[in-house]
């Protein structure tokens, strides 16, 4: 069974800013194999929770839990 996530087209301008955001602060590089960032995507009881995390450590959850 395949599992599809969905990112919507705000949730999409929130990773951006956070990324662009964050780039300016963190010392980590571009990594060439596998990139920078991971979304990550967590199957809770009232709906997913969704972010993003740098190789440096740092995540930020994008997901609007008011609209769960």
Partial sequence: MVTQFIITAEEAVAI?????KHER???MS???IGGR????FTPTG???LAGVKCVC???K????????
């Fill in 16 to 20: 951006a800013k956070w990324q662009q």
């Fill in 25 to 27: 602060k963190c010392g």
């Fill in 30 to 32: 571009t990594i060439a």
């Fill in 37 to 40: 960032y991971t979304y990550y």
């Fill in 46 to 48: 009232v709906g997913v």
């Fill in 57 to 59: 450590g740092k995540k």
């Fill in 61 to 68: 959850c994008f997901t609007d839990c008011d609209k769960m």
